[in-house]
């Protein structure tokens, strides 16, 4: 258990801050999940529009240090060949 104050502080911090990029993931793999379920559904339209939704919450979640800023842009830029070659 933290003996200093400031110590204590840190831990009610750390606490906070894993609750909000709990949330900030699981928004992140829904919109994910729900690009992957059209494609594989052939819903052309739906993608586009799941894509277009998802794409500015994997930017987000990589701007707040919940994921690394390439691996955003490697899930982006493989949901969207995806969505090409369903074209």
Same mark, same amino acid.
């Given at each position: 258990? +933290?003996?200093? &104050? *400031? ?5 009610? =911090?750390? %606490?906070?801050?894993?609750? !909000?990029?709990?949330? #900030? ?15 594989? +559904?052939?819903? &052309? *339209? ?5 894509? =277009?939704? %998802?794409?500015?919450?994997? !930017?987000?979640?990589? #701007? ?24």
């Amino acid at each position: 258990m +933290a003996n200093t &104050k *400031s110590a204590r502080k840190a831990t009610r =911090k750390i %606490a906070r801050r894993t609750e !909000v990029n709990k949330s #900030r993931r699981s928004r992140m793999r829904t919109a994910v999940r729900e690009v992957e379920t059209a494609l594989e +559904a052939g819903d &052309k *339209s739906g993608a586009q529009k799941a894509l =277009k939704a %998802a794409e500015p919450q994997l !930017v987000r979640a990589a #701007r707040k240090g919940v994921l690394h800023k390439k691996t955003a842009s490697r899930k982006i830029s493989r949901l969207t060949k995806r969505l090409a070659k369903l074209q």
